[in-house]
């Protein structure tokens, strides 16, 4: 090594070396030897078990020689596992045969996590964090086996997954896509069978950006639910967006069974609401309401999937009405100035001498201008290219002083209420289908001009509804291609405009041929039970043979 390499620098090779090394010594993927292990949804595989069909072994094994390939096609994996996990299903396996018990609802389940692991770095792409492993241990007793821990973006604050320490993780269907972010990393490692399971985090949309980009199935809870210990965050105690943890996985089942397991339970969060997991109880006709547009016009691939997903909903008898969300940039206005009360200092202080990555350049320097050059800013971007809504942002993105900072938490409060009364009261839903983004797919290193399209999933971190994503079709060039209704408005944002009109548009259906599409499906506060139940019933209306779940990786590859 060059003697005058920086500290960064040294511990980043050696973490690389390492993780490389790891990832090399798992057994090669066979697919006649694995494949039948990762068709198996996470209660299949379960069942399996329990019947002395499988062991945890045969199982462990499969999936980290998959975990290893999907890692070399995506670089998706920070902490290698494989060499611990196979340890533990040995032990499962002794324990199962003397015993004929399973240790717990998920005993041999391969899984992926962010929360942390006692000996294992939480580094979450900050070099300070790296040798300094947690010193809790994710709760075992149900019987999940980690096998790795994956990738996220520098701060877990934008819709991309790469930062300094362990490189870029890209879309496991065309490397020329972001596969997500905050839960990048994992969502890729799911859509290639690489895991069976998954455990993230969300404020601002990062269980589910990665889920639709990726075509898996994940689940926002409401706020209280679901314990937040030992979940890694830059910047601990704010509570101004209230993050959640939850699951990812490959169908609607697992998101479940993690779901009855974790809702309600206090393990050492004593904020918790003592809610368990309580069958809802589900009218036989539902009512939901859908938009296609928020305050960016939506691609005409996710515009598809969410009419697609109406007319499914139809065919079974259930009433879906479009509704209009009110004000919808007024909630991505508060969460940005509420997520930027202090100037980001807190969530880029752990970034020290790291580089920066590319995406967080908006982040890390608009809110550290004057306040009176953010106002000349935000005025030229309304008067000039009448962007009222990153005008807003911009100007709202700056640091505040405490009576300011409550000013903006007494807007959520207000907004929250106006949402309930406005949508859900007045149209009597049951649940709302929505776009994630306006785009099915984002090209990498585009988060830096496209941020504010995160509007449509930070709106249900401001209202704190439960919000779920299913994955719907593909991006069908044929079907999917623009026509003037995107082309030919003069009066959109400068951002639908980058989208969608000049030489270059960056929604570009054949680039995007064959990927996922997903939609939302959102619920009241509180109301997680049923909204699992209503992505269900979403899930068997679009039918099951669309090309979504285990092993659907490998069929799309040789279609």
């Known amino acids: 090594m060059w003697p005058f390499s920086s500290r960064f620098e040294v511990l980043v090779e050696a973490k690389r070396k390492q993780r490389e090394a790891d990832i090399s010594a798992a057994p090669k993927f066979n697919i006649s030897e694995h494949g039948v292990f990762l068709k198996a949804t996470a209660s299949e595989i379960v069942a399996h078990i329990e019947r002395g ?61 962010l929360v942390d692991i006692a000996g294992v770095d939480s580094s979450i792409g900050f070099s300070g964090l790296l040798q300094k492993p947690a010193t809790t241990d994710a709760d075992a007793s149900a019987g999940a086996i980690p096998i790795a821990k994956s990738n996220v973006p520098q701060t877990m604050l934008t819709f991309e997954c790469c930062n300094p320490v362990f490189g870029r993780t890209v879309n496991p269907y065309n490397g020329n896509f972001t596969s997500g972010g905050s839960s990048g990393g994992e969502a890729a490692l799911l859509a290639m069978d690489g895991s069976a399971l998954g455990v993230g985090s ?41 993050g959640v943890a939850g699951p990812m996985g490959r169908s609607i089942d697992d998101l479940e069974m993690f779901c009855q397991l974790t809702l309600g ?18 009218p036989e006709k539902l009512r939901f309401g859908y938009y296609t547009d928020f305050y960016i016009k939506a691609s005409p691939a996710v515009k598809r999937a969410v009419l697609e997903t109406v007319a499914a909903l139809r065919n079974q008898g259930h009433e879906c009405i479009e509704i209009e969300i009110p004000t919808p940039m007024e909630a991505f206005d508060i969460f940005v100035a509420l997520t930027s009360g202090d100037g980001y200092q807190s969530l880029l202080s752990g970034v020290g001498s790291d580089p920066l990555d590319s995406s967080l350049l908006a982040i890390a320097n608009g809110p550290n201008y004057p306040r009176f050059v953010r106002k000349f800013v935000a005025w030229a971007l309304g008067f000039f290219f009448k962007d009222t809504q990153l005008s807003n942002a911009v100007y709202g993105s700056g640091t505040k002083p405490v009576r300011e900072f409550w000013e903006w938490t007494a807007r959520r409060d207000k907004y929250n209420m106006q949402f309930y009364d406005e949508v859900w009261n007045k149209h009597r839903l049951d649940g709302i289908i929505a776009p994630v983004l306006a785009l099915p797919q984002v090209p990498t290193g585009s988060f830096r001009t496209l941020f504010s399209l995160a509007a449509s999933g930070t ?63 959102v619920g009241r506060k509180w109301e997680d039970e049923k909204v699992l139940a209503m992505m269900r019933v979403v899930d068997d ?9 285990p092993g659907s990786w490998d069929a799309q590859q040789s279609s």
């Open 53 to 113: 069909e499988w062991t945890a072994s045969q199982v462990v094994a499969a999936y980290i020689s998959r975990a290893a390939l999907a890692h070399e096609m995506t670089n998706c994996i920070t902490e290698v596992l494989f060499s611990e996990a196979q340890k533990q299903a040995q032990e499962l396996d002794a324990e199962f045969a003397s015993t004929k018990q399973l240790r717990g609802p998920l005993h041999g389940v391969p899984l992926n996590v």
């Open 202 to 242: 969300d404020i601002g949309g990062s269980l589910r950006y990665p889920a639709v980009f990726c075509g898996i199935y994940s689940f926002k809870p409401s706020p209280l639910r679901v314990s937040y210990i030992g979940t890694s965050s830059p910047v601990k105690g704010f509570d101004g967006i209230i």
């Open 265 to 282: 339970v206090q393990a050492r969060s004593f904020g918790l609401a003592p809610i368990p997991f309580r069958e809802p109880n589900m």
């Open 459 to 521: 709106l249900y971190n401001v209202v704190n509804s439960p919000t779920g994503c299913v994955p719907v079709t593909r991006v069908d060039a044929s079907k999917d291609k623009l026509t003037d209704e995107w082309t030919e408005t003069s009066t959109c944002s400068l951002v639908q405009k980058a989208l969608y009109q000049g030489r270059k548009p960056i929604y570009d259906p054949i680039a995007m041929q064959g990927m996922p599409v997903g939609i939302q499906v």
């Open 541 to 549: 209306a679009l039918g099951k043979n669309r090309g979504f779940g």
